[in-house]
């Protein structure tokens, strides 16, 4: 592959969105940023919503620079891709214009859902016909939550798009729903890859508005001729990634080996939300994964990533949200340098509690959250930078634990990708926790793995051992060694009676 291709990874996150270039240099995937910006949501009335028409102006600014850039300096711009985060969609009306907001899947129309879903449908058959984490804010219950309104907009509707099918059908003007993201839903059978038709007609949701799952590696098709004008960007393919950006991360793990029945690697995504997991090459749907929580959602090839999500980061970045509108600036470097220098186990708070979903203010929570279970209210605010970070590890430990019951097997070795990895205090914690072998990096996971999926549908690469052989070749991974395993027992004891 020539040095001067490159593949376009739009890589669209819960906080922030880049555009950013991959492409080989010296045998060696070589990653550029050309464009970041924010992705804040936006409140109108009472509802959280998100600005998918600010975001799609920043990716057509993005495309543009990319152009300029890449064209310019007379290289190549082989294909481009989406990934997003779960769950979220858009619903398009026959005019081809959007028929409701966007909502954001933090929003309060959710609450209270699940038990409206299992009035309808049980718990029980929901699980068997998905095998998916109930998690309030699942497609399935945002559609509910929308009928419970009182809302027109399903019925309007000639189709609904995911976030990142949103973006793609901007750039190509084809509907498409892919197959990983559509796995977020609850409403997809992972055994077929398809539609669970029985729930969406027990729910009474419009069939016309699942569209034909496709699969992550197909080319959809050039970008418009619109858009092609508006950012200089000529007969560029549009080929799907895994657009769900976790399954696209999942991908960049540098491990050797690919969708084992009984796997010895596990791997997390670090980000806002955590998301830790195995990689299976079929569901596993049964009691014991129902009891768990745990989710069958799609990867690449068919393959099947069992994982729980997590609160992940969330609840570090908003203390320091917390802090900066209480007027305190402090930088992520100096939160982490106050959580080593802090005594371990001060305070013990669980990142999954619904106290820490989505509070108004998070050191308020966390302060209510510790008088409530009897424990000292920190005076100090790095006390809350460490508890965020510890309850995070021990969390991991209890998922590990989960994970090695139901693979039936020892999980030797936990891959840490995308942002988190980058905070090496968390590695360690979580090889403490663990007491297994952390290895961290590719930081860059989601997008390293929406531009390797690119290369696969392309031809350019042939399989997922080359392009995680690519990853090895190009990242100087972390590891981490357990050190004092032992001095988490208490603390773990204390996190499982949490209230």
């Known amino acids: 592959m020539s040095a001067t291709s490159t593949h376009l990874a739009i890589d669209l996150g819960a906080s922030g969105g880049r555009v950013i270039a991959g492409s080989l240099i010296d045998q060696r995937l070589h990653l550029e940023a050309l464009h970041r910006f924010a992705n804040d949501p936006v409140f109108v009335q009472s509802s959280m919503q998100w600005d998918v028409l600010g975001l799609w102006r920043e990716v057509e600014a993005g495309l543009t620079i990319a152009s300029r850039k890449i064209q310019a300096a007379g290289g190549e711009i082989a294909s481009a891709g989406v990934d997003t985060w779960g769950v979220d969609y858009v619903l398009l009306g026959g005019d081809d214009l959007p028929v409701a907001p966007a909502f954001h899947y933090r929003d309060r129309r959710n609450r209270g859902m699940l038990e409206r879903a299992f009035d309808i449908v049980p718990r029980q058959q929901i699980f068997a016909a998905t095998g998916l984490q109930f998690m309030e ?88 001729s619109s858009i092609a ?112 220098q802090t005594p371990p186990f001060s305070l013990v708070i669980d990142p999954d509690h619904p106290d820490f979903l989505a509070p108004e203010d998070m050191v308020d929570a966390i302060n209510g959250f510790a008088r409530r279970t009897g424990q000292l209210v920190p005076g100090d605010s790095a006390v809350l930078f460490r ?20 693979v039936g097997g020892t999980i030797n070795t936990i891959y840490v990708v995308g942002g988190g990895s980058l905070n090496e205090l968390l590695c360690q914690m979580t090889a403490d926790a663990c007491g297994r072998t952390v290895i961290a990096g590719p930081a860059e996971a989601t997008a390293t793995g929406n531009v390797l999926m690119q290369m696969l549908g392309t031809g350019r690469l042939s399989d997922v051992r080359q392009a995680r052989q690519l990853v090895r070749h190009s990242v100087q991974p972390q590891q981490f060694q357990p050190r004092n395993t032992q001095a988490w027992a208490e603390p773990l004891e204390r996190f499982r009676n949490l209230g």
């Not at 077929?192 to 699969?215: K, N, Y």
């Not at 799907?240 to 950006?245: C, E, F, I, S, V």
């Not at 796997?263 to 749907?285: A, F, H, K, N, Q």
């Not at 508890?387 to 139901?406: D, F, N, P, Q």
């Open 137 to 224: 804010f699942n497609t399935l219950y945002q559609l509910l939550a929308s009928k419970h309104s009182g809302s027109a907009a399903l019925e309007v509707a000639d189709g609904m798009l995911l976030m990142a099918d949103f973006f793609h059908w901007l750039l190509t003007g084809q509907r498409s729903i892919e197959f990983t993201n559509a796995s977020t839903t609850q409403i997809l059978d992972p055994r077929t890859g398809s539609w669970a038709w029985e729930l969406i007609d027990a729910f009474r949701f419009p069939r016309h508005l699942f569209t034909d799952v496709t699969q992550p590696g197909t080319v959809l098709g050039p970008l418009q």
């Open 387 to 406: 508890a965020a970070l510890e309850g995070l590890a021990l969390r991991y430990r209890i998922c590990l634990e989960m994970l090695e019951s139901l």
């Open 229 to 340: 004008q508006r950012t200089g960007l000529h007969d560029v393919p549009v080929v799907l990634p895994a657009t769900h950006d976790t399954a696209s991360a999942v991908l960049a793990v540098p491990a050797d080996s690919f969708a084992q029945a009984t796997p010895d690697w596990c791997y997390i995504s670090s980000g806002t939300w955590s998301l830790m997991g195995v990689e299976l090459p079929r569901p596993l749907i049964n009691d014991r994964c129902a009891e768990l929580n745990f989710t069958n959602e799609g990867g690449i090839f068919g393959s099947t990533r069992l994982l729980k999500n997590i609160g992940g980061l969330w609840v570090f970045q908003q203390i320091r949200a917390a802090m900066v509108r209480r007027g305190t600036a402090v930088s992520w470097q100096e939160m982490v340098h106050g959580a080593e």
